[in-house]
């Protein structure tokens, strides 16, 4: 391989490993813009916009109503394994790859 070349495939894999994701939970809607003369964001998800500006990413919603129970501390409360059961008004929503569990208003 000759270096250029070598050069930028390793760029091409930092990026793929530290690339940023905006998102609290799941990951970004591909190639979709949804900042500044960007398009709205599909059903199931909202636009998650950096206060500079700097990146405006489709989020998938968590919950369909509201936003995920947090704690007086400000984290969310875990319902998935080892956690807690949610309150009543409140139902786990879980990953389906268990990456995160929430509680959200039923």
């Given at each position: 391989?000759?270096?250029?070349?070598?050069?930028?495939?390793?760029?091409?894999?930092?990026?793929?490993?530290?690339s940023?994701?905006?998102?609290?939970?799941?990951e970004?809607?591909?190639?979709?813009?949804?900042?500044?003369?960007?398009?709205?964001?599909?059903?199931?998800?909202?636009?998650?916009?950096?206060?500079?500006?700097?990146?405006?990413?489709?989020?998938?919603?968590?919950?369909?109503?509201?936003?995920?129970?947090?704690?007086?501390?400000g984290?969310?409360?875990?319902c998935?394994?080892?956690g807690?059961?949610?309150?009543?008004?409140?139902?786990?929503?879980?990953?389906p790859?268990?990456?995160?569990?929430?509680?959200?208003?039923?």
């Open positions: 391989m000759n270096m250029k070349l070598s050069i930028v495939v390793l760029l091409c894999s930092v990026y793929a490993v530290y940023f994701n905006p998102c609290p939970y799941g970004p809607l591909a190639n979709h813009y949804c900042g500044r003369g960007g398009s709205r964001c599909p059903n199931n998800y909202y636009c998650e916009i950096a206060p500079n500006d700097a990146y405006a990413e489709c989020c998938p919603k968590i919950c369909q109503k509201g936003v995920p129970l947090v704690s007086s501390d984290s969310t409360w875990n998935g394994r080892g807690v059961r949610c309150p009543d008004g409140f139902e786990c929503n879980i990953a790859t268990d990456a995160w569990a929430v509680c959200c208003q039923k």
